[in-house]
């Protein structure tokens, strides 16, 4: 069999130069995130319980402002009662537009979940921003890039985008991750031509640069806190970060009109929020490293790996090419028996309700479905893809890869 020893340690010595950068990406963010806190005094107190309406929640308001000023924004609202991403998105949209209004979404199709929001697919009558009377335009990337040539087209015929929508990450889909950079360049873009809200969904972006897209210039960016902004130890939860207009916007959507980010009891989960957040450019760094990692052993098995292992990343997704259902499996097997929590489980394909095709998924994690754990889901269909991110550790992370290896390993070579 071939000796993944040896492997591990040539990846190791070959990813050494990415790996020094990543310390150094790692480091200016945790810089950002300390200086936060002491401007903010955190303190013991921040951590108590509130209850009832939760008003005077010194935590709550503290996070919020640490939030903004390392995101290198006016406001924020982090809150440990926002279910999911989707939900901090859609908060984020329905705070923003009304009736009559645009929403341009300029990095082709946005992230699956949102479908429904707008009102692309789903009943009508379900409260979809459609059944608001809200429209929806989507631009697709041109050659990997933003088409900045068909925005400007767009803004200019269409005078009532009032969002102009973007998604950082490549998410699932077969399209390059956009930099900061990037996006900062069309938030320069649009807000030259157009008083439209540049509105980023910055899911499984946040900390792998030493820039969030708001210190470029967005209005306004969401994420969920079981990836990367929660460190792996926020147990729940969302945020939204940008202009203080466009947050007091959203954040009568979050509660009601009139009531605002004011109130909010925190029941006792202030201090996985703070700690997650302190801990949060740290973790992203170990799960950088574990996709590089991975990245580096599946290719040299001769796998297609996407980012390939020496590539600069924007996110912490990997997605490897494994052309066969029976090696995808093995590969999520393996994650899954190299997982911290449940490596006794043996995943299996499913038909998950909303996917066509069957879909199997490895997830040994200490909070349901956090993904900046170590965890692995593919669709059972050509080219088998496993989509994979997290690793809490380098170690583990190491670990969970060779584990993978180990089952792709035994199925081709018995
Ligand atoms: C995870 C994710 C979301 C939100 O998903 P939830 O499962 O609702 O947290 C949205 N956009 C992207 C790109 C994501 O990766």
Redesign the pocket.
Same mark, same amino acid.
């Given at each position: 069999m071939t000796d993944l020893t040896t492997l591990a340690l040539e990846a190791e010595k070959a990813l050494a130069p990415q790996f020094a950068a990543l310390e150094q990406i790692s480091f200016e963010n945790t810089k950002r995130v300390m200086e936060a806190f002491a401007e903010y005094r955190v303190c013991e107190g921040y951590f108590a319980a509130t209850s009832g309406y939760g008003y005077d929640d010194r935590g709550r308001d503290a996070l919020d402002k640490i939030y903004a000023r390392v995101f290198g924004c006016e406001s924020a609202l982090v809150r440990h009662s926002i279910v999911?991403?989707?939900?901090a #998105?859609a908060i984020g949209l329905y705070g923003l537009l009304r009736p009559g209004d645009t929403l341009l979404s300029v990095a082709g199709k946005p992230?699956d979940? #949102?479908e429904e929001v707008i009102g692309i697919v789903g009943k009508p009558g379900n409260g979809s921003l459609a059944d608001y009377g809200i429209s929806y335009g989507q631009i697709e990337l041109k050659d990997g890039k933003l088409d900045l040539d068909a925005i400007g087209k767009a803004l200019e015929e269409n005078k009532s985008v009032k969002v102009v929508f973007v998604?950082r990450?490549k998410?699932y889909l077969n399209r390059p991750t956009l930099s900061v950079e990037e996006i900062g360049e069309l938030c320069d873009f649009v807000h030259a031509r157009s008083e439209a809200y540049v509105m980023v969904?910055n899911?499984?972006g946040e900390f792998t640069e030493t820039l969030e897209p708001t210190a470029l210039g967005a209005d306004l960016i969401a994420g969920?806190l079981?990836?990367n902004p929660g460190g792996g130890m926020a147990e729940s939860g969302g945020y939204l970060a940008g202009t203080e207009k466009a947050v007091e916007l959203v954040s009568y959507r979050l509660t009601t009109v009139g009531v605002g980010g004011e109130v909010g009891a925190t029941l006792g989960q202030n201090k996985s929020m703070f700690k997650g957040f302190f801990y949060a450019p740290h973790t992203v760094k170990e799960a950088l490293k574990t996709a590089m990692f991975a990245a580096y052993i599946f290719e040299k098995l001769g796998f297609e790996a996407e980012p390939r292992y020496d590539q600069t990343r924007y996110d912490i997704i990997q997605a490897l090419n494994f052309g066969d259902p029976e090696l995808l499996k093995a590969f999520c097997r393996g994650i899954q028996y190299g997982s911290p929590v449940d490596a006794y489980v043996t995943p299996e394909p499913w038909d998950m309700p909303g996917y066509t095709d069957q879909v199997i998924m490895a997830a040994g994690t200490f909070t349901s479905g956090a993904?900046i754990e170590l965890s692995a889901d593919g669709p059972m269909r050509p080219p088998y893809t496993a989509f994979f991110q997290g690793g809490l550790t380098f170690e583990s992370g190491k670990l969970g890869i060779l584990s993978a290896a180990r089952e792709v390993l035994k199925v081709i070579e018995g």
């Amino acid at each position: 069999m071939t000796d993944l020893t040896t492997l591990a340690l040539e990846a190791e010595k070959a990813l050494a130069p990415q790996f020094a950068a990543l310390e150094q990406i790692s480091f200016e963010n945790t810089k950002r995130v300390m200086e936060a806190f002491a401007e903010y005094r955190v303190c013991e107190g921040y951590f108590a319980a509130t209850s009832g309406y939760g008003y005077d929640d010194r935590g709550r308001d503290a996070l919020d402002k640490i939030y903004a000023r390392v995101f290198g924004c006016e406001s924020a609202l982090v809150r440990h009662s926002i279910v999911n991403g989707t939900q901090a #998105l859609a908060i984020g949209l329905y705070g923003l537009l009304r009736p009559g209004d645009t929403l341009l979404s300029v990095a082709g199709k946005p992230y699956d979940t #949102l479908e429904e929001v707008i009102g692309i697919v789903g009943k009508p009558g379900n409260g979809s921003l459609a059944d608001y009377g809200i429209s929806y335009g989507q631009i697709e990337l041109k050659d990997g890039k933003l088409d900045l040539d068909a925005i400007g087209k767009a803004l200019e015929e269409n005078k009532s985008v009032k969002v102009v929508f973007v998604q950082r990450s490549k998410g699932y889909l077969n399209r390059p991750t956009l930099s900061v950079e990037e996006i900062g360049e069309l938030c320069d873009f649009v807000h030259a031509r157009s008083e439209a809200y540049v509105m980023v969904d910055n899911c499984y972006g946040e900390f792998t640069e030493t820039l969030e897209p708001t210190a470029l210039g967005a209005d306004l960016i969401a994420g969920s806190l079981i990836k990367n902004p929660g460190g792996g130890m926020a147990e729940s939860g969302g945020y939204l970060a940008g202009t203080e207009k466009a947050v007091e916007l959203v954040s009568y959507r979050l509660t009601t009109v009139g009531v605002g980010g004011e109130v909010g009891a925190t029941l006792g989960q202030n201090k996985s929020m703070f700690k997650g957040f302190f801990y949060a450019p740290h973790t992203v760094k170990e799960a950088l490293k574990t996709a590089m990692f991975a990245a580096y052993i599946f290719e040299k098995l001769g796998f297609e790996a996407e980012p390939r292992y020496d590539q600069t990343r924007y996110d912490i997704i990997q997605a490897l090419n494994f052309g066969d259902p029976e090696l995808l499996k093995a590969f999520c097997r393996g994650i899954q028996y190299g997982s911290p929590v449940d490596a006794y489980v043996t995943p299996e394909p499913w038909d998950m309700p909303g996917y066509t095709d069957q879909v199997i998924m490895a997830a040994g994690t200490f909070t349901s479905g956090a993904s900046i754990e170590l965890s692995a889901d593919g669709p059972m269909r050509p080219p088998y893809t496993a989509f994979f991110q997290g690793g809490l550790t380098f170690e583990s992370g190491k670990l969970g890869i060779l584990s993978a290896a180990r089952e792709v390993l035994k199925v081709i070579e018995g």
